[in-house]
């Protein structure tokens, strides 16, 4: 029997064409009138009509927006196997324009549409650049050689200005092509600060040219914890790996081309024991020790000796050269002042520079790490255990412990990024730990990371304006593979997404959930391993 192929194409186009219908009466047949798009803007209209991308839709954009119009354009061909036309020849058209007429807001963007073009405008490439997103979170999932999109008029602009993501990739390391997904998700929802712990007491991970032994020795540990902490079980694996400087560079420039800036996490003084068991010296007992294999707070720290600031001064010099960033984070949590206590050199040090106990002790470390970095055109931040002996003059806190810590940095006039592991911390169980993979512990459901508003209530006006944002944390203690990560992130980074994003009066935890649904198709296109946990049940 003969087939004949062209009645199967015309049936399939059909089938094509219906399924588009349904996907724009979706969004149309309810009151709410939802846009799938997370985080949800600030203001949006949908209009009736649709806009038609295929064969002859030019992408148009100013010579500078090159880096977006190729951004798009890859998008179509790799997600919908479209390519777009040059701009020259007839046809619908999406345009890219810098507009410094618009909202001073640095991120803001706006979206104007009809049935024969696209305008996206903002103030600069940024503001393109989520517009964009914004624009592909309305395309049907599949590749198709065309798609129908709804007609949407969108004013939009962040609530927070920063809006976080943390890895941890000292306790388990992540290859390079996965920290470019992962920094691929954040982009796709806005996220804009790429948080990446590298160095901790279970492993130094990045290649500093002047300190050999930190990759030779401190990216190796012995072993590793397995099970509960409370079981203090271990393998006898050796666990090593490092990233080199010149697999910074690609990711740090990656990372650039979607937005992100990238703050390193360099510890001090705490959280040590890698590049000790490399350099010795740099403790106050100088005894040789190795990296650490059980989770957990080791009381080994560095020693505020000349020869610990000079070798942290090389460091960071180092890291300095290879992020961009304004910011350096010198971590400054958690650390034990056992070593300190007993230590002859560090009684003495007190004693010459008026300092009463050892809290003050760590300030003046903090302090000296902070003059340094100034000096180089850089601002450090910390974990807000750095406020305890005295904050650094221009220090920005974390605040971790609660929201205590960035209350207090707040009312004294510093910058605060609100990361609490009451709504923050997604290496929390999400759901009954019995039914989940084993994690470190606490409950952090989706519905709870939502429902977290970053300014607390007790701030002034004048004060509430140092909080920049929130972050959710990635601590890869119980974490060990991508797939596994992603599982922890997703979705609740999307949650997080729109609390930075959204204002307050505009978010809907059960509207939340309806958008949310319609991601679940590009999440499984983009093999992302996204937790069910707290999802609806159809």
């Known amino acids: 029997m003969q087939i004949d192929k062209s009645r199967i194409m015309k049936r399939k186009h059909l089938i094509y064409l219906l399924l588009c219908f349904a996907w724009i009466q979706s969004w149309s047949q309810s009151n709410s009138q939802l846009l799938p798009i997370i985080p949800k803007p600030n203001f949006y209209k949908i209009d009736s009509g649709s806009f038609k991308i295929g064969s002859n839709t030019q992408i148009w954009a100013e010579p500078n927006l090159s880096n977006e119009s190729k951004f798009l354009k890859y998008f179509l061909l790799n997600n919908h196997q479209i390519v777009p036309i040059p701009s020259t020849k007839p046809g619908n058209k999406i345009v890219f324009r810098i507009n410094q007429s618009l909202a001073q807001q640095e991120e803001y963007y706006q979206i104007t549409s009809s049935s024969k073009q696209i305008i996206i405008e903002a103030p600069n490439a940024t503001g393109i650049f989520y517009g964009i997103q914004s ?75 002047k300190y050999p032994k930190l990759i030779e020795i401190g990216s190796k540990r012995n072993g590793t914890m397995v099970g509960h902490y409370r079981e203090q079980k271990f393998d006898t694996i050796q666990y090593g790996g490092f990233y080199t400087q010149a697999e910074i560079k690609e990711i740090v420039a990656y990372a650039n081309k979607l937005h992100i800036e990238v703050i390193p996490e360099i510890e001090m003084p705490g959280h040590a024991l890698a590049a000790i068991a490399a350099y010795p010296e740099l403790s106050c007992s100088k005894q040789a020790t190795q990296v650490g294999m059980r989770w957990g707070v080791e009381t080994n720290v560095f020693c505020p000796t000349e020869e610990t600031f000079t070798f942290l001064e090389n460091v960071l010099t180092e890291v300095m050269e290879l992020f961009p960033s304004k910011y350096i984070h010198i971590g ?44 180089k055109g850089k601002k450090i931040m910390g974990w807000d255990e750095i406020l305890e002996g005295g904050l650094a003059p221009n220090a920005t806190v974390m605040s971790w ?33 019995a039914t989940e993979p084993l994690a470190i512990g606490g409950y952090t459901n989706l519905e709870k990371v939502y429902s977290y508003h970053p300014t607390p209530d007790t701030l002034s006006n004048a004060e509430a304006k140092y909080i920049l944002g929130a972050q959710g944390n990635v601590w890869t203690e119980y974490i060990k593979t991508p797939e596994q990560v992603e599982y922890m992130m997703m979705p609740r980074m999307m949650a997080l997404a729109e609390v930075v994003w959204t204002e307050k009066k505009q978010r809907n935890y059960p509207e939340f959930l309806q958008r949310l649904s319609q991601h679940i198709p590009y999440l499984t296109l983009k093999n992302i391993n996204f937790s069910k946990t707290n999802l609806p049940s159809k």
Not at 159 to 185: A, P, T
Not at 332 to 353: A, H, I, R, T
Not at 354 to 375: M, T, V
Request: proline fraction near 4%.
């Open 401 to 433: 412990r609660g929201e205590l810590g960035g209350i207090a940095a707040a009312k004294m006039g510093h910058d605060v990024i609100m990361t609490p592991g009451s709504h923050c911390y997604f290496d929390h169980y999400q759901g009954l730990p």
């Open 135 to 209: 624009l592909i979170q309305l395309f049907p999932s599949g590749k198709y050689s065309s798609i129908r999109i709804p007609l949407v008029q969108i004013k939009d602009y962040p609530s927070y200005s920063w809006r976080g993501m943390h890895l941890d990739c000292s306790r388990h390391l992540f290859n390079v092509q996965f920290i470019k997904k992962y920094l691929e998700m954040m982009s796709y929802y806005k996220m804009n600060k790429f948080h990446w712990h590298l160095t901790d007491d279970q492993g130094w991970r990045i290649e500093i040219k």
């Open 332 to 375: 400054g949590d958690e650390v034990p002042k056992d070593e300190w206590n007993k230590s002859e050199f560090c009684q003495q040090l007190m004693k010459e520079k008026n300092l009463k106990d050892a809290h003050e002790l760590q300030s003046y470390f903090i302090q000296r790490i902070e003059k340094f970095a100034n000096k």
